[in-house]
């Protein structure tokens, strides 16, 4: 295999994987966050308010590590700098 | 309708008008027109307020927004809103409005490209020594820099500059997302689904100009006076320098 196809190939399947793993962490992580919080909201409603902020900004930290692996991955695609200069060539 | 390409992922790339070195692009042209909306619109509206009991609709529109900005902003920094207001309000607004118009054909909003959300972030980046410095004095806020001890000082400022980033590349992939799923979806399966998650975009555009700002507020919160605590309020600084 030259070294056009195996930059092409690992591109691809660094981009899958990168998704992969960069969703499930995430993911467990906020359906921890949002579970507490619903309980904490049944159990004192008077404070929804406070708590469903606090919710969003904690679930924004949290999504931002997902939305990294996704830029990166849509880098991989449809940027890859090490594509463009094989392909320049 | 759409502008930009599947191989595109910033409307950067659309270049709309070229003389010479002056290159007008995609996200130029819609910022220009969303800046338009908003001042146009805000000029419109706030031409003849009026104080009666009757007011035009377009005035209580207005009304509930600036009301529930200030609420929001003088909850989180416990204090006064007025200073915040002008700074977080035109964030909030830029964001929504260039979130929300992604179903107009033939338009990009142009906070998914990666220029106009570092620029959003620089903006917050700066406004948070201005406002601490208003707030405490420049001794004052430079002191918090190395509050518990000098040694944490690297840090602090490790954090201010990653939290800036984390903002730009969070509103970015956000939004550069949404577009981009729909634009997959509209090759693959053409009438009902795309319009799901469009849909499902605007509810996400909205929430990430709220997160935006909100985050903006609480890092300004962050550099300014600690509050004494008020009798039954037990809302102290909700974040206070996190970085993600």
């Known amino acids: 295999m030259d070294i056009k196809t195996l930059i ?65 991955s849509m880098i991989l695609i449809f940027a890859n700098p090490f594509w463009r200069y094989v392909t320049s060539q | 309708m759409e502008i930009l390409h599947l191989d595109q992922i910033t409307p950067d790339a659309v270049i709309l008008w070229k003389w010479k070195f002056l290159v007008l692009n995609a996200t130029i042209f819609y910022t220009w027109i969303i800046m338009t909306l908003i001042t146009v619109g805000s000029w419109l509206v706030t031409r003849n307020l009026s104080t009666e009991t009757v007011s035009s609709r377009w005035q209580s529109l207005l009304e509930v927004v600036v009301v529930g900005m200030r609420d929001q902003i003088s909850e989180i920094c416990q ?22 118009l992604s179903f107009v054909p033939g338009y990009a909003p142009p906070t998914s490209s990666l220029s106009t959300t570092a620029a959003l972030a620089i903006c917050v980046f700066i406004a948070v020594p201005f406002y601490g410095i208003w707030d405490r004095g420049l001794i004052g806020y430079l002191k918090h820099f190395a509050e518990p001890s000098l040694f944490i000082m690297p840090f602090h400022i490790l954090g201010e500059i990653s939290r800036t980033v ?31 998650m469009n849909v499902l975009e605007l509810l996400i555009g909205l929430i990430q100009a709220y997160i935006f700002s909100i985050l903006a507020t609480v890092y300004i919160a962050s550099a300014l006076k600690a509050r004494e605590e008020k009798e039954g309020l037990n809302t102290g600084p909700i974040f206070s320098s996190s970085s993600g």
């Open chain 1, 8 to 72: 092409g190939m690992f591109s691809i399947i660094i981009a899958g994987m990168t998704m992969f793993v960069g969703s499930i962490g995430p993911a467990l992580g906020m359906a921890r966050a949002v579970a507490q919080a619903l309980s904490s909201i049944a159990q004192q409603p008077d404070e929804a308010n406070t708590i469903t902020r606090t919710l969003f900004i904690g679930l924004a930290m949290i999504e931002s590590l997902a939305i990294y692996c996704f830029v990166i």
């Open chain 2, 79 to 100: 204090q006064e809103s007025d200073r915040f207001l002008p700074f977080i309000g035109t964030l909030f607004a830029f964001i929504a409005i260039s979130n929300l």
């Open chain 2, 166 to 196: 984390a903002l730009a590349v969070r509103l970015f992939g956000n939004v550069m997302s949404g577009s981009k799923v729909v634009g997959i979806l509209l090759s693959l399966t053409p009438f009902l689904f795309p319009i799901v």
